[in-house]
């Protein structure tokens, strides 16, 4: 059971064996990894992203064109098309580290720039990979809810006579009641509610047995719950059982049966 005052008024609880808190069950598949970094790349902030670093790029260049073309033609000669082209081209290669050496500033400006260029660059291509990881890695769930700060906003459901329903009263969140968690899910999966919010394992057993693939536990968990066993007040057994869990839960065979029943 979980452990809160309430209970510990009536029974004696042993040592918690496993922490964690309510979750939220929504309906929806995850999508296609490659759709996701399709729809990111093509999206118009990565595009922003990209068109904001060409127009530095271009600046840069024209800067090193600028000091470079007189002194140095045999490298930005030509037009000024040309020769910004060519400026264009050193910068792109200095910010990427791959640095060809066809082109390198000989004045004592050209290489100023060069300098200050370097080092910004290192600053700017490591937030750009960062932030391109970051966009590209992160896979959404298809659906309108995307943690607790969603619930006031859509159908709700949870289990009666649970602290889940206690929970929600004292959030002022308006819900549907179920007699099981089970027929809870049943109604998220055929639409009847948008999110059932119950203990994140219980969820994450019966959506591991019975709806894997159709239903998913948000990561994000509510009202942190700590499990334990009830036994009567003052019980013999407490002390025992206590020594048994302390040395059950540190051993990688609890971490494999957890995974068994509740999934990754």
Request: charged share 15%; no cysteine; proline share 5%.
């Amino acid at each position: 059971m979980t452990i809160t005052p309430e209970r510990e008024r009536n029974f004696d609880f042993t040592h918690a064996f496993y922490t964690t808190g309510l979750g939220i069950a929504i309906a929806g598949k995850a999508q296609n990894p490659w759709f996701t970094v399709v729809r990111r790349v093509v999206s118009a902030a990565f595009l922003k992203v990209v068109a904001s670093l060409t127009l530095v790029l271009l600046g840069v260049g024209v800067l090193v064109w600028w000091f470079e073309h007189k002194k140095n033609p045999q490298q930005f000669n030509g037009s000024a098309a040309r020769g910004i082209g060519s400026g264009f081209w050193w910068s792109a290669v200095t910010m990427t580290t791959v640095g060809y050496g066809d082109k390198s500033p000989v004045t004592f400006g050209g290489r100023l720039v060069a300098l200050i260029w370097m080092f910004v660059a290192i600053i700017i291509i490591s937030s750009f990979t960062a932030a391109i990881t970051s966009s590209l890695t992160v896979s959404q769930l298809e659906s309108v809810v995307k943690g607790p700060e969603d619930l006031p906003r859509v159908t709700v459901g949870t289990v009666i006579n649970t602290t889940s329903e206690s929970y929600l009263e004292q959030i002022r969140i308006s819900y549907l009641p179920y007699t099981t968690p089970r027929e809870g899910l049943i109604a998220l999966k055929k639409g009847g509610i948008d999110a059932l919010v119950y203990d994140a394992p219980m969820l994450r057993y019966y959506i591991h047995r019975d709806f894997s693939g159709s239903l998913h536990v948000l990561p994000k968990l509510m009202l942190r719950q700590n499990y334990g066993f009830a036994l009567p007040a003052n019980s013999p057994l407490r002390e025992q059982i206590n020594v048994v869990l302390l040395q059950k839960i540190r051993e990688k065979a609890w971490q494999d049966r957890i995974v068994q029943y509740l999934g990754e």
